[in-house]
């Protein structure tokens, strides 16, 4: 099976204990548990190498991208390659000098994570981060940008929408229009985890889904706020991408690549190396296809696991891990 022209790389496997962003602090990789959970730049180019082909890099994982020493030679490594580079990010990890090389480097689109408009909001879900300072640093971003004359790159919104955050969604739009951002994307908690095979630690993962899980709340609120969304996107002239809150009634007739084609098309690899499913998964020990530091790029996407996954997922009875993912159930 050909190599995919797509990609998602996790340059950073650990959570920053100074700006846990989490309200589930669930991830063992990195201190103090072990060894800093960086994916080592030597490591990281050897896999862009082996990806013959490949058009665009997408730097996310589980922890932020930016804790990575290295994360603008990444970027720079890539994009002089010819290659789309874009990122996820906190933006918690910035001062001036980072923005200054932020601007210079070839990353394309900087999505920016920020799940509320109002600080009492944004730090009840961001755990131990500061609104403040996430306005702080996209000023930084913006300075940085008329001191080089560059434009740096193209920034758009991400919010993950729940019940607890719902009511902000409009002034969101506001906020995202206010600092030139192309776009908002809104997107459910990704996945309910609730496979049998869940391991331990991932239950308060679980729980935090079923209470904050939008697909559980009253269709009038949702409504309400989404129309209010709809109506100031579209005064602002803003693109606002928002989710189903419902199943699509035909899904059930719908296998395989159909309802997700993410393991034919893109790769995502962890930190130390593992390569899996999609970013659905988020970590390695929920399932995985293989590592591809030891084993090699092109011996993991076309070895055995990843097809028996491929075969499993295109039948009418796909893998229990997938069966309860947003994607699948085509709400995300």
Not at 2 to 24: A, D, F
Not at 97 to 103: F, G, K, Q, Y
Not at 123 to 133: D, Q
Not at 176 to 182: R, V
């Amino acid at each position: 099976m050909k190599l995919p022209s797509y990609i998602q790389i996790e340059p950073v496997g650990q959570c920053n204990l100074r700006c846990q962003m989490c309200p589930i602090q669930f991830r063992r990789d990195g201190p103090p548990y072990g060894p800093l959970a960086f994916m080592p730049f030597e490591k990281f180019t050897q896999l862009v190498d082996q990806f013959v082909g490949l058009k665009e890099l997408q730097l996310q994982g589980l922890g932020e991208p930016m804790m990575h020493p290295q994360f603008f030679d990444m970027v720079d490594y890539t994009a002089s390659r010819g290659i789309r580079v874009t990122t996820n990010s906190n933006l918690t990890l910035l001062n001036q000098a980072r923005a200054e090389r932020c601007v210079r480097s070839g990353l394309e689109i900087l999505h920016v994570s920020i799940d509320g408009s109002t600080p009492e909001t944004y730090e009840r879900i961001r755990v131990r981060s500061r609104l403040e300072k996430v306005v702080r640093n996209l000023g930084l971003l913006r300075e940085a940008s008329l001191k080089t004359g560059l434009p740096g790159p193209r920034l758009h919104l991400v919010m993950v929408i729940m019940r607890q955050n719902l009511h902000e969604l409009p002034d969101l739009v506001r906020f995202a229009h206010s600092w030139n951002m192309e776009e908002i994307f809104v997107q459910h908690l990704c996945h309910d985890f609730t496979e049998e095979s869940l391991p331990a630690h991932y239950r308060p993962m679980r729980d935090f889904v079923q209470s904050q899980t939008l697909l559980l709340e009253n269709e009038e609120r949702i409504s309400e706020y989404f129309g209010q969304a709809r109506l100031v996107a579209a005064e602002l002239g803003i693109t606002l991408r928002l989710p189903r809150v419902r199943p699509k009634p035909y899904l059930s007739t719908i296998s395989g690549m159909e309802r997700c084609d993410w393991p034919w098309r893109g790769a995502y690899i962890s930190y130390d190396g593992y390569a899996m499913p999609c970013c659905m998964i988020s970590t390695p020990d929920r399932t995985n296809f293989g590592n591809m530091f030891e084993e090699g790029v092109e011996a993991v996407w076309n070895g055995q696991t990843a097809q028996a996954f491929r075969q499993q997922l295109a039948s009418g009875t796909p893998p229990e891990i997938c069966q309860s993912c947003s994607v699948y159930a085509g709400v995300f």
